[in-house]
């Protein structure tokens, strides 16, 4: 897809992704369904409005000269992730 357009990835791991499971979790309902908070940052960083309330690290940007940087970047976070939080990754497991 960034071979035809520059695309927003809003996943990785961030303190958004990566907030502890709990029962009222603020940022998400489920594993895949956010809350209208995230929602909103969302929107708020694809329509370039009220930019400083969203993280610079949430929706990075990304074309076809980033592509590989940003997933190597990922790949390395989640290595680093898990290896902090063995308890959760059981639990995914």
Do not use: C
């Amino acid at each position: 897809m960034v071979k035809i357009t520059p695309v927003f990835d809003f996943s990785g791991y961030n303190s958004i992704t990566t907030e502890p499971i709990h029962n009222d979790m603020e940022n998400y309902r489920d594993n895949s369904h956010y809350t209208k908070k995230v929602g909103d940052l969302i929107l708020n960083r694809i329509l370039f409005y009220q930019q400083e309330e969203v993280p610079e690290y949430f929706g990075i940007l990304i074309n076809s000269e980033n592509i590989e940087s940003h997933l190597t970047k990922i790949r390395q976070d989640r290595e680093v992730w898990a290896k902090n939080h063995p308890d959760e990754v059981k639990l995914v497991k």
